[in-house]
């Protein structure tokens, strides 16, 4: 696909987002990335992005970065990314959506292409194309709309396409690194819901199966996993229809993905009482390096909650990610009490740490939290 302009806009300072947007600068185009809550546009350079790998990376920077207006950024914008971050409850979603598009739709140009990677639930990509169309002016045929859903590292990825969209997938392709299959809304939407189900399906029934081991072998997901998507599996319960046998499968989803975080306590409680600490002396340091401005705020919820609950518990109790960690040194430093607790949220914190850990012997105890909770085992 030909683009002669170039120009891409990203709406949402969220981490997808700007991700999308250094995606979107990396392969030479003019990018702008809008913060939803000033409706403020910044213009991206890659000298941004070599110096923040993240939005969190970037917020910590003293980034002066070219501001523009909303109206001109929006109206020269042959794509437009929608992903705002979510500050609202999940019942309340489709009215920040409203406001939002109410701002943003009115200057999108002919034949510009608008993206949406944000939940929506049952029926959701209806509600957006209602609203699309309440707030342009232009006709159906003269901009398109494509839903994007989150991918899961899986070959077949389908989007659902409205109006004129089609011939944006190309260029789509080219910025997300990944091919997907052109489908109607309905189906995407039908395709991702199902997704999410069976993802959550999968973590349950391994919670379920697996509790009660003691240091089950096959611990595959972590705390991290089980709430990256869960606003999307609230939306399917949310918008699904009352006594539905949809509805009810939700419910019960929802209610063992709730349930975690107090195992997971009660499993701490288990360790710590094993290696004779009290509550009032237990160090305990939850690592979890997650980003505060997802789309979906379910980590950040998830980790405050979890926070809330231990601290009813444990007195010496705080989180930070591995980053902090490094900085604290908290893995090198003497420390007074032994042994120290480590609570470990995420594969990928877990990958950073274990040889680390392993240096400091018996003196750091390492709790994963995986589907169930297990320890990590060392030697010596």
């Not at 979510?86 to 979603?93: K, P, Q």
């Not at 980003?291 to 705020?297: D, F, L």
């Not at 980590?299 to 926070?307: C, G, V, Y």
Request: charged share 25%.
């Amino acid at each position: 696909m030909a683009w002669n302009k170039k120009h891409l806009a990203v709406y949402g300072l969220s981490a997808e987002g700007y991700q999308t947007a250094m995606r979107f600068s990396e392969k030479g185009y003019e990018t702008i990335i809008v913060d939803e809550r000033l409706n403020s546009p910044i213009k991206l350079e890659k000298k941004n992005f070599s110096r923040s790998k993240t939005i969190d990376e970037f917020f910590e920077e003293d980034n002066l970065a070219e501001i523009a207006s909303l109206q001109d950024s929006i109206s020269r914008s042959n794509f437009l990314f929608y992903c705002p971050k979510i500050r609202c409850d999940v019942s309340e979603i489709y009215y920040q959506y409203d406001r939002s598009l109410k701002e943003i739709v009115p200057f999108l140009s002919k034949n510009a292409i608008l993206v949406f990677w944000i939940p929506l639930g049952l029926d959701g990509q209806k509600e957006i194309i209602n609203m699309v169309q309440k707030y342009t002016n232009l006709k159906d045929n003269e901009y398109g709309l494509i839903f994007l859903p989150p991918f899961f590292n899986e070959k077949l990825n389908i989007v659902g396409a409205f109006g004129n969209a089609g011939s944006g997938l190309e260029i789509l392709e080219e910025i997300i690194g990944r091919k997907t299959v052109l489908s109607t809304i309905e189906e995407a939407e039908r395709a991702f819901c199902n997704k999410i189900l069976d993802r959550f399906s999968t973590f349950t029934s391994k919670f379920i199966t697996l509790s009660g081991l003691n240091d089950a072998s096959e611990e595959l997901f972590y705390y991290n996993d089980l709430f990256s998507y869960y606003t999307d599996l609230k939306m399917i319960y949310n918008t699904s229809k009352r006594s539905s046998q949809l509805r009810s499968f939700s419910s019960s989803l929802i209610r063992i993905v709730e349930s975690y975080p107090k195992n997971l306590l009660n499993y701490i409680k288990e360790t710590t009482k094993k290696a004779n600490a009290k509550p009032s002396r237990a160090k305990i340091t939850v690592l979890w390096s997650k980003s505060n401005y997802h789309i979906r705020p379910d980590l950040e919820k998830a980790a405050s909650d979890f926070m809330s609950l231990i601290q009813d518990i444990f007195v010496d109790v705080k989180i930070l990610s591995f980053k902090e960690l490094v900085e604290q040194k908290a893995l090198s430093t003497t420390l007074s009490r032994d042994p120290n607790f480590l609570v470990v949220c995420s594969e990928s914190d877990f990958n950073n740490v274990k040889d680390k850990v392993k240096e400091r012997g018996q003196t750091i105890i390492v709790i994963k939290a995986t589907l169930p909770p297990s320890r990590m085992i060392q030697n010596g």
